[in-house]
């Protein structure tokens, strides 16, 4: 078994169709399909049942999932660390992002850290929290941008911003016509959500509300991508709880909708290693808390920080583009940010 095989298993299993990986993978579908053969050969179990109308991991598929993408984040932090024994600790920074920062601040603070530090090479890999908790703690990578999860004194958290949850629908759905929405509206609609074992913050804040508001919402649809969540959705299968802005990114194909009583917030942080220093750690550390408060100052001084209860437009609840300035002071060790206008 060669590492190969499990790069290509794992981007079928994310991608659950071998056009979609072998276009990922940079290779044609053919030898794709050959290495998954020879794979489940070597294994001597089925790890994918296929068809010419769709592909789906077995159970003996799902736990191979897991333990292939250990070894390979395991694999690529002892490249890092290989390489740093060469390029020093300061000029790399080893980066992963929720499978939702596409849809978050993320690429604006990473954008403008690569501005200010061009000289630091920064390696992102997309993992969920769970995922970034072993390797944050096993210090294969540097820092993560993920949910707030629970305490832990292992870890260093910095909180960045707080993104509501809305309900979104497909676009001609027969609610999204409705400027209210109860939780009751949506029992015995088809109900998509994301796998626990992947997003424990974002499954245990849906729970929660759930169990609060008394009702007893049953899922039809589990899968383990945030972009699978957003394209059931977006095909008409049913409806998802979702961070608002996603609102902004999908707004032309499906319809997002407060609830009454609202849904809970997550809580965007970057998290590291207690202990874990080095100066682009604590440059990409400024950068994102200067653009997360940017954020919170256009915000409030626009006066849309709370929209009338009856309003449907969720524009007035859309975290805005960072455009004005912003600056980090620091008092008596403390990080302080303060708004200097807009």
Not at 90 to 110: E, F, K, N, Q
Not at 156 to 176: Q, T
Not at 197 to 226: H, I, N
């Amino acid at each position: 078994m060669e590492l190969r095989h499990l790069r290509y298993f794992v981007a079928v299993a994310e991608e659950l169709h071998f056009s979609r990986a072998a276009e990922r993978l940079h290779v044609s579908q053919p030898p794709l399909s050959l290495q998954i053969k020879q794979l489940e050969e070597e294994v001597q179990v089925r790890l994918f049942d296929r068809c010419k109308r769709w592909v789906r991991l077995t159970s003996a598929g799902r736990l191979f999932l897991e333990h292939a993408r250990q070894v390979l984040m395991e694999v690529d932090g002892a490249v890092l660390a290989a390489r740093r024994t060469v390029g020093g600790e300061c000029d790399r920074l080893s980066v992963a992002c929720t499978p939702w920062a596409g849809y978050m601040t993320v690429p604006h603070i990473l954008h403008r850290f690569n501005e200010q530090h061009r000289n630091v090479h920064v390696e992102i890999r997309t993992l969920t929290s769970v995922q970034q908790l072993r390797a944050i703690k096993t210090r294969i990578i540097d820092v993560g941008f993920m949910w707030r999860s629970r305490a832990d004194e292992d870890l260093h958290v910095d909180r960045l911003l707080a993104y509501p949850l809305v309900v979104a629908l497909p676009s001609k759905h027969r609610l999204a016509a409705r400027a209210h929405l109860s939780p009751g509206d949506l029992l015995g609609e088809n109900y998509v959500t994301l796998a626990a074992e992947g997003f424990p913050e974002y499954s245990e804040a849906v729970a929660d509300y759930w169990k609060k508001t008394g009702v007893a919402m049953t899922v039809q649809y589990r899968t383990d991508r945030p972009n699978g969540l957003i394209e059931l959705v977006a095909s008409g299968v049913g409806f998802a709880i979702v961070p608002l802005p996603i609102h902004e990114y999908e707004k032309q194909r499906i319809v997002c909708r407060r609830l009454d009583p609202a849904l809970p917030q997550l809580e965007l942080t970057l998290t590291r290693s207690r202990g874990a220093e080095s100066p682009a750690i604590e440059a990409l550390l400024e950068v994102a808390l200067q653009i997360a408060e940017q954020q919170r100052c256009l915000f409030t001084s626009k006066g849309r920080a709370d929209p009338s209860p009856g309003s449907s437009d969720l524009s007035a609840l859309a975290l805005p583009s960072w455009t004005g300035k912003t600056g980090p002071t620091r008092t008596s060790g403390v990080r302080q940010h303060v708004c200097r206008g807009t």
